[in-house]
T-cell receptor, first 110, second 117 residues
Framework: AQRVTQPEKLLSVFKGAPVELKCNYSYSGSPELFWYVQYSRQRLQLLLR??SRESIKGFTADLNKGETSFHLKKPFAQEEDSAMYYCALRPNFGNEKLTFGTGTRLTIIP | EAGVTQFPSHSVIEKGQTVTLRCDPI?????LYWYRRVMGKEIKFLLHFVKESKQDESGMPNNRFLAERTGGTYSTLKVQPAELEDSGVYFC???????????????FGSGTQLSVL
């Protein structure tokens, strides 16, 4: 069975400081990893996927298979980054049945 | 293009009552998913429709939950009778087989916040 762990429920960071949201996973195969974000009063939306290896809104995440981690990073936090962030895993086959972590609420302090 | 729409956005009911949540997927999306987030816990998969057929309902908590998707368009999730532990946010999502230009395949609604008192 797969599992996603986000150890921090809450994270507060000053504006301009670096941000790192932790995510660890367990899965026997080769999964796809995602970060989803939910801003206040908006829908849950995809932030980035490990296979695209791109930076979205200044965020990056590298899949580390040795450490089974997919931490989300941004060098300089902005106030608009305040949101709920979820790490998610999808087995590398079939449908969009995702396994999510418990989420981290990120608050950027002005 | 309209996104995934969920109704109501909030529902407050008493234990023992019935509640029906509705989800309108993006037009043309055959796949429809229900997920639930109970306070302090992870977002958990409930079930997956392909058109009107239940492809996977392994996440449904118990037989108090009934999901339907008649005609393969919108879906309803009925909880009857509701219990305190059913409180949480119920998300609906839809997808088609190919990704959007941005690479996003699964599109979520804003969720229904259900509070059972």
């Amino acid at each position: 069975a797969q599992r996603v762990t986000q150890p921090e429920k809450l994270l507060s960071v000053f504006k301009g400081a670096p941000v790192e949201l932790k995510c660890n996973y367990s899965y026997s195969g080769s999964p796809e990893l995602f970060w989803y974000v939910q801003y206040s009063r908006q829908r849950l939306q995809l932030l980035l996927r490990h296979i695209s290896r791109e930076s979205i809104k200044g965020f990056t995440a590298d899949l580390n298979k040795g450490e089974t981690s997919f931490h989300l990073k941004k060098p300089f936090a902005q106030e608009e980054d305040s949101a709920m962030y979820y790490c998610a895993l999808r087995p590398n086959f079939g449908n969009e049945k995702l396994t999510f972590g418990t989420g981290t609420r990120l608050t950027i302090i002005p | 293009e309209a996104g995934v729409t969920q109704f109501p956005s909030h529902s407050v009911i008493e234990k023992g009552q019935t509640v029906t949540l509705r989800c309108d997927p993006i037009s043309g999306h055959d796949n429809l998913y229900w997920y639930r987030r109970v306070m302090g816990k992870e977002i958990k998969f409930l079930l997956h429709f392909v058109k009107e057929s239940k492809q996977d309902e392994s996440g449904m908590p118990n037989n108090r939950f009934l999901a339907e998707r008649t005609g393969g368009t919108y879906s309803t999730l009925k909880v009857q009778p509701a219990e305190l532990e059913d409180s949480g946010v119920y998300f609906c999502a839809s997808s088609q087989d190919r990704a959007s230009p941005s690479g996003e395949k699964l599109f979520f609604g804003s969720g229904t916040q259900l509070s059972v008192l």
